[in-house]
């Protein structure tokens, strides 16, 4: 933690740098890029039976995309309007009515014919719904009812037998902290929520290794740094407003380096419509690009670091910092011997990456005096995720680039929610202020004056898979309580989801729209409860962003839906409903309330009491984490951990791969073709020297396939590594394994590896295969 506080916003220069535009045409006309002008305009159009509401939202509230963090429309890092069209795409789900009557009356095959964007924009779910098993047509019940049905069956229950899921789109801290101080007052650990599918492992890994699992650093330390490298992270993509930041940043003269199987488009060039100058020219971001393999990261680092070692053999200090190093860090000589045992042939096939490549990356950050980390899903969604942040924390650790200005470790968020709901405790390994260990679980029991159960809560994948456990198993899932969430389009391999979401007796989904998940079957019922925005809510909710920034969104003046309700007042609800005889231990009935007993539960964020307007916001753990390079952990020092060269399960034959977003937020989509490539969504991308040796052409028909599922596509060739494919998420889902998690941080599994064939081919061989193994049966027959 660290004494030094952030200074607020900076300007960005006045005076154009023609050295930094992407093209001498005006608007990149003829490019292919977001049309941000066209878009906004259809946003205002979308919402023009609210437009002095919407306008109240983005001028008054906390945006509820993505976790790049900002109030109205200013942030902390630069002055001017902060804003962007994932902002606006995500404004009508605040602005739009109730569905109308005629479609909640609609037979459940009709509604499970409809994607979930189309779902999304029917508009609000506005009073409770009830489907029991074997009915055709959800009915209206009584939020009293619904509330009654739910404890009956949470009290017939052992607790290990629920769980609760808390998504991390536009929910605020206050909800977060009660739902996980609820699921703790009846007596379950089964609380999990979004960030296990995307930023728990940079949590994990940076907790093992400088003791605090949040970004180190500020977005004002991209600005004049050395280096800012993005790791596995588009942010230009999911968090827009990052693209103006690195504007700056390159004004300052900072080296932009991107890593990434594809060559990105939209970290090459960008045009940030909120610049003049780059609106209209556009901006270079990359200085340097390095397309590593699928899950070839840990190599690549690997290879930077024995190539450091290889200069500190010819030259002491001249590529590690051994002031910072020998006073603050542990580990040296171990991962020196992990890391040099590694020969650079086998660095070089894992990573995909050429030996004077790694030796460039490596000199260059030896020479540099700062750098940023930045990173997000293509480091963390792995079987191996938490190493591969680990990692991360090595090269800095060993270079110094920590707790001070200009440096540090950032794993962006693509959620607003994302940050704050493991700091609340809605998470089966975290309290409130720490970890489930004794000291804090003693602790956090003090504050809210009930005894937490002690054994280990199961993350989301395995409550979804305790669904098909025995019925006589202790553990198996007979209750689910979603607060938002659709695990059919965003968990591995949908069929097995949907068996699962299946065969759970009560299935709860509070919400503010359906989606598609709302629509399987359960044992006994399906309940929906509308929720209210983080707009709507009386006494407003906090969010904290990437950089740790807790900001204060009020309720804000407009319409209100029927019978949508704030959720944590739900979930007080609920729990005084199953215990009554304890309901004064969880009496919550201000979202005051809570904010001070967040500040009492959660020292970081002692402050949060104090949020009570529109733009207030502070920041826990001041500037820097590790201020001085004292890191949070028993010893004051920072870990370097040693990793294993993970397996890469490629057979011959095979390519890795990956899931991409497009045009969407998470997994909302908004648009079938990428803009910034033209991909649609079922395009497969390939390299076209690839395609070639298949003798497949630009635009075939494709089909890829591999034990876990097949996948029907069209191919589009563009500049990812070769032996790498990527298709879009959560369209490619069926390709990922179901049930392989990262040993520490139970990520999912987003990879995998399989083959690809012309369509034509494919369909071919299949019945070519057939026949042989007939004519092979036959023969046997015969002899
Ligand atoms: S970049 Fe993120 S925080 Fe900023 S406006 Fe866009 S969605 Fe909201």
């Not at 050295?19 to 023009?48: C, Q, Y």
């Not at 450091?308 to 020196?336: C, K, P, T, Y």
């Not at 399987?520 to 740790?548: C, F, H, K, N, W």
């Not at 001070?596 to 539960?601: D, F, L, P, R, Y």
């Amino acid at each position: 933690m660290g004494e030094t506080k952030h200074t607020g916003p900076i300007k960005l220069p006045k005076k154009p740098d023609p050295a930094l535009w992407a093209s001498k045409v005006p608007f990149g006309l003829g490019k292919i890029k977001p049309h941000h002008i066209r878009d906004t305009m259809k946003v205002v159009w979308e919402n023009k039976d609210n437009l002095p509401y919407a306008t109240r939202i983005l001028t008054q509230g906390v945006c509820d995309g993505c976790a790049l963090g900002v109030s109205g429309l200013y942030d902390q890092t630069l002055t001017g309007p902060h804003v962007c069209t994932t902002r606006l795409n995500v404004l009508r789900l605040n602005t739009m009515s109730a569905i109308e009557e005629r479609v909640l009356n609609m037979d459940i095959e009709d509604l499970r014919k409809m994607s979930s964007t189309e779902l999304r924009k029917l508009g609000r779910i506005p009073y409770p719904l009830i489907r029991k098993a074997g009915e055709r047509k959800f009915s209206r019940i009584s939020w009293n009812d619904a509330l009654g049905k739910i404890a009956d069956k949470m009290r017939e229950l052992d607790p290990k037998r629920y769980a609760f899921y808390t998504t991390s789109r536009g929910i605020t801290n206050e909800v977060y902290y009660t739902v996980g101080k609820v699921a703790r007052f009846l007596g379950t650990n089964n609380i999990d929520n979004a960030s296990r599918i995307c930023h728990s492992p940079s949590k994990t890994a940076l907790n093992r290794s400088i003791g605090v699992g949040a970004s180190t650093c500020n977005y004002k330390d991209w600005i004049g740094t050395d280096v800012l490298i993005f790791w596995g992270s588009v942010a230009a993509n999911n968090q827009p407003v990052s693209t103006k930041y690195m504007y700056a940043a390159k004004r300052k003269g900072t080296k932009i380096i991107i890593i990434n199987p594809y060559h990105e488009p939209a970290m090459d060039n960008y045009w940030v419509p909120s610049i003049a100058e780059s609106a209209l020219f556009g901006t270079k971001i990359a200085d340097d690009v390095y397309q590593v393999n699928i899950g070839g990261d840990i190599a690549f680092m690997h290879g930077i670091m024995k190539h450091w070692f290889e200069m500190e053999e010819m030259a002491h200090g001249s590529a590690i910092d051994h002031d910072f190093v020998s006073q603050h860090v542990n580990g040296l000589e171990e991962l020196r011997e992990k890391v040099t045992a590694y020969d650079w042939d086998q660095l070089v096939t894992s990573s995909g990456i050429q030996k004077h490549q790694m030796i460039e990356l490596a000199e260059l950050l030896a020479k540099s005096k700062s750098a940023v980390f930045v990173w997000s899903m293509g480091l963390t969604q792995h079987r191996f995720g938490t190493d591969n942040i680990s990692q991360v924390a090595n090269l800095a650790l060993l270079r110094g680039f920590l707790g001070r200005e200009h440096c540090g470790l950032m794993p962006i968020r693509g959620h607003s929610g994302v940050q704050g709901s493991g700091e609340m405790g809605a998470d089966p390994f975290v309290l409130p202020g720490g970890g489930m260990g004794k000291g804090n679980r003693e602790r956090v029991e003090k504050v809210w004056g009930f005894d937490i159960p002690e054994w280990q809560g199961d993350i989301v994948g395995v409550s979804l898979e305790n669904a098909l456990l025995p019925e006589e198993h202790e553990r198996k899932l007979d209750l689910y309580y979603l607060s938002g969430g659709n695990f059919l389009e965003t968990m591995p391999d949908p069929d097995f989801v949907k068996q699962c979401l299946e065969n759970i007796d009560i299935r709860v989904h509070q919400d503010i729209i359906f989606n598609t998940s709302t629509f399987a079957d359960a044992r006994e019922a399906v309940i929906v409860l509308p929720a209210m925005t983080r707009y709507e809510q009386p006494g407003g909710g906090t969010s904290t962003s990437t950089e740790r920034m807790v900001y204060f969104s009020p309720e804000i003046k407009g319409p209100r839906i029927e019978e949508a309700r704030m959720e944590w007042e739900i979930y007080v609800d609920l729990a005084r409903r199953v215990k009554p005889d304890q309901q004064h231990l969880i009496d919550f009935n201000t979202a005051d309330e809570i904010r001070a007993e967040i500040a009492k539960a959660a020292p970081n964020y002692d402050g949060i009491q104090h949020l009570k307007n529109r733009g207030d916001v502070f920041q826990w753990g001041g500037a820097w984490l590790c201020e001085d390079g004292l890191c949070p952990t028993p010893d004051g020092n920072g870990n370097l951990i040693t990793v294993e060269l993970p397996e890469l399960r490629k057979p011959e034959g095979h390519f890795y791969v990956t899931t991409r977003r497009g045009k969407q937020f998470n997994s909302m989509i908004y648009g079938e073709k990428d803009p910034f490539n033209d991909a649609d969504r079922y395009d497969v991308l390939m390299n076209e020297a690839d395609g070639a040796e298949l003798g497949i052409k630009e635009g075939d028909a494709i089909v890829v396939y591999n034990q876990h599922g097949t996948f029907h596509g069209r191919a589009k060739f563009v500049a990812v590594k070769r032996g790498n494919i990527e298709a879009h998420w959560p369209e490619g889902n069926m390709l990922i394994p179901k049930g392989v998690y990262e040993e520490f941080a139970g990520i999912p599994e987003y990879n995998a590896a399989a083959i690809v064939e012309k369509a034509e081919t494919y369909f071919a061989q299949k019945d070519t295969k057939y026949v042989e193994k007939r004519v092979e049966e036959l023969e046997v027959d015969i002899s």
